[in-house]
């Protein structure tokens, strides 16, 4: 695996591989790279003939210092990982070259950001999408993948994608789960044993609901109820349990196919996200 430093040495990379008549997939990450990630980069040989990782912590995402802080860096064997899973290019910029000292620029999807992660992290999304537009305009790959766990995060990039124009498909991957239902993240390694164990009690939630669904119940209180009953048992606060349409993320009364439960929990000081799309 080659690892790239500069936005230029990545440019020319990927115009390296279209001269060979390869497709490019890129699968942007923060690093500290679990399972969730690497199922990426599998589904990224799935769509194209090179893949380019990113590991880039980006501190325009977050809103709160100590969060970025404490945010695990664990370079080696994130690179031990990407060559297991045959990984062509690590594109791993620092923070100088991503955002130099005269760097004044920033992308903001309206609407969409300011309900669910966006209400409790203003400027979130605006960093997000700043510095996926930059990885995206640099990199321009083919296809790009991201994880159906971050499914706020999946919807903004879809409308810049759109709305800026770039010819670029987005995949969304399916969210890896521990052993008993947690999602896999990153911050998972700051819970707490008991709190860890209490974690579970989320998707187990997300279960109960698509169960109650299953059986013709649509009336998204009662649905919402039930992950809240589930969750509420533990020590864990509920920052927010919605059910929104999957575009427009507006909060909606009946549940259709498709329309998405969203969970985000704060449990030993870890905030913690899940969703599930009804089927
Ligand atoms: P992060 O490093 O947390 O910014 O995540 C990088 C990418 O991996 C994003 O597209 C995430 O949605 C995705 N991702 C993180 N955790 C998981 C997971 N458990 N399952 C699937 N994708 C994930």
Redesign the pocket.
């Known amino acids: 695996m080659r690892i790239l430093r500069t936005p230029q040495e990545l440019s020319q990379t990927v115009d390296a591989c279209r001269v060979h008549g390869q497709s490019v997939a890129m ?11 690497t ?2 980069f599998d589904i990224a040989h799935e769509h194209a003939d090179v893949v380019v990782a990113t ?1 880039f912590v980006n501190p325009l995402q977050f809103n709160n210092a100590t969060d970025f802080d404490k945010y695990p860096l664990q370079f080696d064997s994130d690179i031990q990982m990407l060559e297991q899973h045959n990984v062509e290019f690590l594109y791993a910029p620092n923070v100088e070259t991503m955002y130099g000292s005269q760097f004044s620029t920033s992308v903001h999807v309206a609407g969409i950001t300011d309900v669910l992660e966006g209400s409790s992290r203003p400027g979130h999304f605006s960093g997000v999408a700043t510095v996926v537009a930059k990885l995206l305009s640099a990199g321009r790959p083919d296809v790009a ?6 499914f706020q ?2 919807a903004v990039i879809k409308r810049m994608v759109a709305d800026l124009d770039m010819p670029i498909e987005l995949i969304m ?5 521990e052993f008993d239902g947690l ?4 911050r998972n390694v700051r819970l707490s044993e008991s709190a860890r164990t209490e974690a579970a009690a989320i998707s187990q939630g997300l279960d109960a609901a698509q169960e109650q669904f299953a059986t013709g119940i649509r009336d998204t209180t009662q649905l919402i109820q039930t992950v809240e009953t589930a969750i509420g048992s533990t020590d864990t606060e509920i920052d927010y349990v919605k059910i929104v349409d999957s575009v427009s993320l507006k909060e909606i009364s009946v549940a259709i196919h498709g329309s998405v439960i969203v969970v985000a929990v704060i449990l030993d000081g870890v905030r913690l996200i899940d969703n599930h799309i009804l089927v």
């Open positions: 699968v942007p990450t923060m690093g500290a790279l679990h399972q969730g990630h199922s990426l590991i993948i991201f994880g159906q766990k971050d995060q999946f991957a399916p969210t890896v789960r999602a896999m993240s990153s």
